[in-house]
């Protein structure tokens, strides 16, 4: 993304012009972006050539995540649905772990059924059932146990995963007696140790503790697991107070895991794939002055994307057209909802705006339209893959009558 002759461009698109034709508000995303990313990622641990799976649940467009599949990615999948989206991608089972503290026996039979490559369990129970489905089946399943290693990412209080009282994994004494429980069975084939911390990392040291975690427990158990699945969560650069996760440190500590432990690593990235590939078009309906701030008031809302609503996070917002006018007063940036929590961004010394201006709501890949929702009844946003100067629609604009 950049501005040319003032005008805020997609690759080689204007978004003034994307808007014109398409309405607002709009997702849009870039294919450049995605295949940069990408290839990024796969680069910074090229030294061990781990399997990666992308993390559905970070955005779930089934046209993106066959474009993702042409760069021989995976599937990490927590639901059916997930599962059989990322089937429907065309994405090879033997690529597909499914991941989630409460898969239901439905899920699991079917997840059976498909013969992807792990479940990765989070329970005692859950493994029973497990075990239960595969005997009807007369099936040996491969399974991962998912450990909570008790290490504190450092990240929103929300999206952590991997502290002790978070519901994720079991403990080590638990891990242990899961181990002793699977050698007996003749239908469970316990092949991985799965352990995930969070989301929006930005330090390699709670990765590196994480690590220390998972060696000690695999010192204490007597059993070959032929992969480790270190999960995801690594962070973007939100705003510019954010400073980028230090991939060399993080592929060091793997590296000397690795010289300890022979096994095979798989990663289940999402947002460093898919975060700063998107972008939110909006136009402003309204400009309410409320004396030492003003509303603008917009067409994207909270349903459109929930993040700021549902944790407090922060997205860069620029204008479409830049101006070299600054306002003297605060902006306050909000949807249509009715919820005070139906906001985005409060800002000091932006540009000075107009009714029917667009706005553009950075790194919105992630987590954006996959957790969009109906509220208020209000149709979904059209979304777009740009690629150069071509514009493919994704996903059409929700009509009303689809939900009404």
Known sequence: MKYINNRLTIENVNFQKIANKFGTPIYCYSYFKLRENIN????????FSPLICFAVKSNTNIN???EIKKFG?????VSMGELMLALKAKISPSKIVFSGVGKTSHELSFAIKKRILLINAESLSEIKEINRIAKL????????????PNTDA?????????????KFGVNKNTFIKIVDYCKKSNNINLRCL???IGSQILDYKPYKKMLNAVSDILKKVDHEFEFIDLGGGMGITYSDKNKNLDYKKYNKAILNFLNKHQVKIIFEPGRSIIGNTGILISKIIYIKDSGKKKFIILDAAMNDLMRPALYGAIHKTLPVTKSSKVSKKIYEFVGPICESTDKFITLKG???LNEKDLIAICDVGAYGMSLSSNYNLRPKPVELLIKGSKIKVIKKRQKYKEFI
Do not use: M, P, W, Y
């Open 73 to 77: 990615l995976g599937a990490d999948v």
């Open 194 to 196: 799965s352990v995930h």
């Open 154 to 166: 450092k990240t929103i209080k929300q999206i952590s995963t991997g502290k002790k009282g978070n």
């Open 350 to 352: 932006f540009q000075e």
């Open 40 to 47: 990024k990622f796969r680069k910074n641990f090229k030294s």
């Open 137 to 148: 089946k007369k099936k040996k399943v491969r399974i991962g146990i998912r450990l909570n």
């Open 64 to 66: 993106l995540i066959r």
